[in-house]
């Protein structure tokens, strides 16, 4: 099975195919190193405001994910995982909902409930990645250590619309959809996007999020 490369071009892991990117068509080979990280960085931008937690769906999902807008796109980041040890009569008490599929990118983490002698279990919790406004290079590094991470510059993006249900979808140059839905109820994730959809870097796309 080929490996996950990072692909230079649209800033996403992906599988080559016939030495080149499924998603936008340039040359990608494990022969050719990762983009620097002073490369990244430039092609993301500084990290301006987080629209909320979503599910990415798709091809390209990778469970729940936070949202980011930044200077030059949109920055999708997987969640992360904290683990947790439940000793003794707490370990069998009450039942444990954990469907493996929608937690994590399942081509690279395979996860599971560890049970051992003693009654003890390790559960693990899936929690948002914070960005802090002082680490403007954090997310070039949770990019190339994440390959459920990607990104969306915006000039790529030719419009984003909003279905009945409440899903989003991400039109970009090469046909190339990317559809998600946030992970709360209400209209705080709609609202932020109306605002970003007055932005005067993000007025040109076609918006339907009505």
Known sequence: MSVLLLC???????????????????????????PPRDELEAAIGPIETCLGEVRVRGDQSTGPASLYVTEQGLLFIPHRLEYRTIEGSDATAGSVV???????FMPLLVLRLVFRP??????????????????PGLPADWLMEDPGAFFIERTNILAIRRNWRGRYRILCVGHVVVGFAPLASGSSFRQK???????EQWRGLAWDIS
Do not use: M, Y
């Not at 499924?22 to 050719?32: K, Q, V």
């Open 8 to 34: 230079r071009k649209c800033l996403a892991w992906k599988r080559a195919e016939s030495g080149r990117c499924p998603r936008c068509g340039a040359s990608l080979s494990a022969d050719r190193p990762d």
């Open 98 to 104: 954990w469907t493996i599929a929608e937690l994590f």
């Open 118 to 135: 003693d009654d003890s279990r390790v559960i693990a919790t899936a929690v948002p990645r914070k960005a802090p406004f002082e680490q």
């Open 193 to 199: 996007l109306e605002s970003l959809a007055e932005d």
